[in-house]
């Protein structure tokens, strides 16, 4: 009976040890990793339904990247100085901070909903892409925060990189807060064309958010497939 329960403890401590390293949060570098496998095969299926149906196709990537991509943050950001402490703080009433509040929720969505439908479509042309994350320096993220380099490979001479910058959360993922393509920080395009809006409509941003739009960033120097390099 002694050795049946020795070996029912020792089974049942195995099975925790399991399901806790199963449990444990992915690096930086492994989430990047993981979500591209993700991404890469969601792109060879929706190649098949695409055309009659984009909108599962733009779901279904927006439930991959809602799970990696810090959008709140992001979207805070693009907002630049007009979601500073500072900026709330001297907005003086209650109703015009609970406003405000509600236009920072409000953005967030539509940046999102914009980001994701823009760049979507554009990544049916990455299937059968080789890519690769390289790997981190032996203290990288030790502060809670790393860029990870992911080189893209295709016809050009040499790789595309994009490099996402993330921060680790209180739970030990970690989410993507800004994107740089081929040296074009998506954060800063996006922030200089929210101030540009709100000087265009005079600080009103409700007529920002009611007009906004995600184009693809720096047009004049769009960023192109690794096939079409």
């Not at 792109?43 to 810090?70: C, K, M, T």
């Not at 380099?149 to 970690?174: C, F, N, T």
């Not at 739009?213 to 690794?226: D, L, M, N, R």
């Amino acid at each position: 009976m002694r050795v049946l329960q020795r070996v029912s403890v020792a089974i049942t401590s195995l099975l925790l040890m399991v399901s806790v390293a199963a449990a444990a949060p992915l690096s930086a570098h492994q989430t990047v990793e993981q979500t591209t496998d993700k991404v890469l095969s969601l792109i060879d299926d929706a190649n098949g339904y695409f055309e009659s149906d984009p909108q599962r196709f733009y779901r279904e990537i927006e439930s991959i990247l809602d799970a990696v991509v810090d959008f709140d943050s992001f979207s805070r950001g693009v907002m630049g100085p007009y979601a500073t402490r500072e900026y709330y703080k001297q907005l003086g009433s209650n109703k015009a901070k609970d406003a405000f509040k509600g236009q920072v929720r409000r953005f967030s969505g539509v940046f999102k909903q914009g980001l994701v439908q823009t760049y979507a479509k554009g990544l049916l042309a990455f299937g059968g892409t080789r890519t690769e994350v390289v790997p981190p320096a032996a203290d990288d993220g030790s502060d809670g925060s790393t860029t990870v380099l992911q080189k893209i490979y295709g016809s050009a001479e040499k790789p595309y990189e994009v490099h996402y910058k993330m921060r680790q959360d209180r739970d030990g993922s970690w989410k993507i807060r800004n994107v740089t393509i081929e040296a074009v920080n998506l954060g800063l395009v996006y922030q200089g064309q929210f101030i540009s809006a709100a000087k265009r409509y005079q600080g009103d941003l409700d007529k920002v958010i009611d007009n906004w739009s995600v184009k693809p960033a720096g047009q004049e120097t769009a960023v192109q497939p690794p096939s079409q390099q």
